[in-house]
């Protein structure tokens, strides 16, 4: 099993996913719960202009709760969906994962947000087993499905 953690004490977080962003060559599809890091979303913006399929599936609550995340997602580059959590409103859509180009998948405490990386202490765990990799795959394609996009 193939796991590398990093933890926010010691460095950068934005910088190893930032990587992963620039690394994909075909698809990366994440699964946040917070997301409010201009340098990620323009990360993701880059990879769907060279022709990386880009999919977010944001927290429906938190979207709608932070202007900053709304802004980000305004410029429509990064093709998003919002959902609540299995109770519907209220309930939190709370994972905290990325895969990239189906064999290497983030998750962890991490949030993709300025206070993540500035100010919280955090952790991110890569993985690169196929197994776990294509259970993260299986629930995100779940979640894309039942997803819904943005109200105009």
């Known amino acids: 099993m193939n796991i590398e953690l ?56 938190k979207y709608e709760e932070s202007r900053a995340t709304r802004e980000l997602f305004a410029v429509g580059t990064v093709p998003f969906r919002l959902l609540y959590g299995r109770q519907g409103p209220g309930s939190k859509m709370h994972h905290k994962f990325a895969i990239f180009d189906g064999h290497t998948a983030l998750t962890g405490s991490y949030n993709w947000t ?25 629930e995100f394609e779940s979640l894309w499905a039942e997803a819904v996009p943005p109200a105009e």
């Open 6 to 61: 990093i933890l926010s004490r010691s460095g950068s977080v934005v910088v190893r996913i930032e990587n992963l962003i620039r690394a994909a060559k075909h698809s990366i599809d994440a699964a946040l719960y917070r997301f409010n890091q201009q340098r990620l979303v323009e990360g993701l913006a880059a990879a769907a202009r060279r022709g990386v399929r880009v999919r977010v599936v944001l927290d429906r609550n």
């Open 114 to 138: 300025i206070e993540s990386e500035e100010q919280n202490f955090e952790s991110l765990l890569i993985l690169a087993n196929a197994d776990e990799i294509a259970l993260y795959q299986n």
